[in-house]
Each structure stands twice: as structure tokens, then as C-alpha cells.
């Protein structure tokens, strides 16, 4: 066991703490109350979930318009030329150890693509690498399970010094272990046959120090200058409504 590893269990504890109380001051914080779709008019749409927490959860804007489904959609109908339908399911509770339950819940098949966005929760808890490998491979075998795997693409988790409020010494700790957990989950995409798209780090341009629709433009761009070309030969989806049982949730341990 190394340093690092060392350090993350030792930490862990302060962590999970320093995650809830975090939480709580974000309980005001703005974030999306409309319905958890976008649309981009066009011919022939294609369909694409976006599935996860962190940055699918639209935090610090108001309408998911300008939130990561709407980036995404514009984005996509913009390199494509076809409309794109976006459906959302994200929670801020969704971690990878309840993530499989919910995508086997989900009827993945009527989807041209999947993107599934987890680990900013599981980073901040400093979930050990191994457990998060086990169980991240855990969330692409459940796709498997589904009525129908469209193409899924995996984003990494973005860079946590950005995250307002955590800039301190242990947010840059947290950070080195994202970047960590970011290399086993691109190493896993790629035996798996899944695209592991990497999020940039991008500076918050308001006084607040917080994200805006800017922030998920980027995101948005980066992602869809990855899917985009793997949708141009994909078949149109029959659309029909998403058949999602949300489980309850919880934090489990890690050991």
C-alpha cells in the first residue's frame, strides 16, 4: 500500500464529514427545477440519456436548458445536423455502488447513446481505487443487463479544485485522487469497448466563484465532439417513456 493509499484511510472519515456538511450549504444553492429533458430541433433525432450526478445534476443554474442537457443537445444537432431529444436522470445521491440498479431499471434500448457521469461523490469520499474499479466495472456489466446497450460513452470526473469550496488542502488531495480514479476508469472503458471522454478543467468566470451555463457549454462541447460522429450511422429510436424505478438510496462502506 503506498503513501497515497495510506493517507486515503486515513482521511476518509473527515471526508464523508466534510461532504455532508458541504452538502448542506448547497442546499440553497441554484439548480435546475424543470423537467429533466432538453430538446434541439431537427430532422431525424437522436436520442441520448445522461445519466449520474456531479456535473449532470445542473448545479448553480436555474433550468436544464443551460445545464449539461441542453449544452449537449445544442452541441450535438449543431455537428450533426439532426435534432437531438435529451432525457435526464441524475440525483446528487447517485454514487457507482446504486448506479447498476438504476440503469438495469432503465430502458436503455430506445437510446442512440448513453452517457453515464459518476465519481465526483466517490472521488470526494476517497473511495479506494480498488473498490471503485469492482464497482464501476459493476455499472458496465449492468448495461449489459438492459433490454438493449446502445453506445455508451463514460465521462471522467472533472477537476475537483474547481469545485467552489473545495480549494483547501484536503480539496487538492481529493483532486490527486480523482485524477487517479479518472486513469482506472479510462483503462476499464477501453477493455470494456466503451469511450471514456475526459472533462476539462474550467475556471469559474463569475464573482461567486461558481459555475454558469459557460461551464457546461465546455463540457457539453467536449463531449459532444466525441459522440457526435458515432451518431451520424446510428438508427432513429422509437421514443417511449422512461421505465425508471428509482432504488433508495444510501452510502454504503467502503470495506
Known amino acids: 500500500m ?65 445545464a449539461l442537457p441542453g449544452s449537449l443537445a445544442r452541441a450535438l444537432t449543431l455537428r450533426t445536423g439532426r435534432g437531438t431529444n435529451v432525457e435526464l436522470v441524475a440525483d446528487m445521491r447517485i454514487t457507482v455502488s446504486n448506479a447498476g440498479s438504476m440503469l438495469r431499471a432503465t430502458d436503455t434500448s430506445r437510446f442512440d447513446a448513453v452517457v453515464i457521469v459518476l465519481g465526483t461523490n466517490d472521488a470526494i469520499r476517497l473511495m479506494p481505487l480498488a473498490a471503485w474499479r469492482a464497482r464501476f466495472l459493476a455499472v458496465l456489466n449492468s448495461l449489459d443487463q438492459t433490454s438493449g446497450r446502445p453506445q455508451t460513452f463514460v465521462t471522467g470526473i472533472p477537476p475537483v479544485q474547481t469545485i467552489p469550496g473545495y480549494t483547501s488542502r484536503l480539496g487538492r488531495f481529493i483532486s490527486v485522487h480523482a485524477v487517479q480514479m479518472n486513469d482506472a476508469t479510462a483503462r476499464l472503458c477501453e477493455s470494456a469497448n466503451v469511450t471514456y471522454v475526459p472533462l476539462p478543467s474550467v475556471e469559474p468566470t463569475n464573482a461567486l466563484g461558481v459555475r454558469d451555463g459557460r461551464t457546461y457549454r465546455k463540457w457539453a462541447d467536449t463531449i459532444a465532439d466525441v459522440i457526435a460522429p458515432q451518431l451520424d450511422n446510428s438508427r432513429r429510436k422509437t421514443p417511449r417513456k422512461l421505465g425508471l424505478t428509482p432504488p433508495a438510496f444510501s452510502t454504503p462502506g467502503w470495506r
Not at 429533466?36 to 433550468?63: N, Y
Open 2 to 66: 503506498n503513501r497515497h493509499d495510506v493517507l486515503s484511510r486515513v482521511l476518509a472519515p473527515v471526508t464523508r464529514l466534510w461532504l455532508l456538511q458541504q452538502q448542506t450549504k448547497n442546499q440553497s444553492a441554484p439548480r435546475p427545477r424543470d423537467a429533466p429533458e432538453a430538446r434541439a430541433a431537427g430532422p431525424d433525432p437522436a436520442c441520448v440519456l445522461i445519466f449520474g450526478s456531479g456535473p449532470a445534476v445542473g448545479w448553480a443554474v436555474l433550468t436544464h436548458a443551460i
